[in-house]
């Protein structure tokens, strides 16, 4: 069973940065997925972007092309999400997911995600 801790959620200003941490602990192979999903209160979950574990393939929702970058340590079991020139509108809860399962292709689909961590708050005002 994969644990996923998120850090590095904060209160910025528009146009600023942020950098997400998520600290993997079990095993992740390779060729899972890994991805950072957001959610409003009310609102369904959106995936922002992803990558397939190992050949690092990528995929990222278009509102934040350009802007974020996902990327992984595989030495240090851990996600990062580089969230650059912020929106008031990437103000979310932003969650670290694991699909668990091997993938062929990256996904950026909630259902495909079985491993979960418990959320770190970005707000940009």
């Known amino acids: 069973h994969v644990q996923l801790v998120e850090s590095g959620g904060a209160s910025v200003q528009a146009g600023g940065s942020l950098r997400l941490s998520c600290a993997a602990s079990g095993y992740i192979f390779n060729s899972h997925c890994m991805a950072w999903f957001r959610q409003l209160p009310g609102k369904e979950r959106e995936g922002v972007a992803a990558?397939?574990?190992?050949?690092?393939?990528?995929d990222y929702a278009d509102s934040v092309k350009g802007r974020f970058t996902i990327s992984q340590d595989n030495a240090k079991d851990t996600l990062y999400l580089q969230m650059n020139s912020l929106k008031p509108e990437d103000t979310a809860t932003y969650y670290c997911a694991a699909t668990g399962s091997f993938r062929s292709l990256v996904s950026l689909m909630v259902t495909d995600y079985i491993n979960w961590g418990q959320g770190t708050q970005v707000t940009v005002s």
């Open positions: 990558i397939r574990t190992g050949g690092g393939s990528t």
